[in-house]
T-cell receptor
């Protein structure tokens, strides 16, 4: 699986959009970009994933650059409950290996 | 609620002992994954079972073993425990190997403390 690079931590004001960047310059053509988050000591939670096109669901939007070497997760209206560690993961969609979690970005939503 | 159930939630034991952690996957999910999360190592993939068969191994120690039963629940056995085994152990499930979307559903974890 391709490696990812994320900032260690970020702050965002409550009610504003939180934009979390991820670099994955060695991504292969058959690898998806996944985002998970982990709220303190709870089990990781799936947020969204994509291959080439931008994606949106009820939780977030995923913007993938045209060359697929980077992506941005957008939480449109951050709340205090969005404070968590956010993991960007790239891997093939049907691989047998588990997801490889890096250190992620600790997003802190400020009141 | 992810639908994945892990027991026990907390476990305190002594060095040298053996423990078993249990995971019930979401209804219909055939794949079970085990992860270890310690303060200094982050989330580490241990092992993956699909429909009773081992599919992939990660950083799992020889003192650890796992199995998936015909009813699809899984157990992670940790033996000859050391202080460094203290961690959160997560189980995750998905419908297929990696899931159609790669989405894994995680349980709330079992916190193991070795004294």
């Amino acid at each position: 699986d391709a490696k990812t690079t994320q900032p260690t931590s970020m702050d965002c004001a409550e009610g504003r959009a939180a934009n979390l960047p991820c670099n994955h310059s060695t991504i292969s053509g058959n690898e998806y970009v996944y985002w998970y988050r982990q709220i303190h000591s709870q089990g990781p939670q799936y947020i969204i994933h994509g291959l080439k096109n931008n994606e949106t669901n009820e939780m977030a939007s995923l913007i993938i650059t045209e060359d697929r070497k980077s992506s941005t997760l957008i939480l449109p209206h951050a709340t205090l409950r969005d404070t968590a560690v956010y993991y960007c993961i790239v891997r093939v969609g049907r691989g047998a290996d588990g997801l490889t979690f890096g250190k992620g970005t600790h997003l802190i939503i400020q009141p | 609620d992810s639908g994945v159930t892990q027991t026990p939630k907390h476990l305190i034991t002594a060095t040298g002992q053996r423990v078993t952690l249990r995971c019930s996957p979401r209804s219909g999910d055939l794949s079970v994954y085990w992860y270890q999360q310690s303060l200094d190592q982050g989330l580490q993939f241990l092992i993956h079972y699909y429909n009773g068969e081992e599919r992939a191994k990660g950083n799992i120690l020889e003192r650890f073993s796992a199995q998936q039963f015909p009813d699809l629940h899984s157990e992670l056995n940790l033996s000859s425990l050391e202080l460094g085994d203290s961690a959160l152990y997560f189980c995750a499930s998905s419908l297929t190997t990696g899931g159609n979307t790669g989405e894994l559903f995680f349980g709330e974890g079992s916190r193991l403390t070795v004294l």
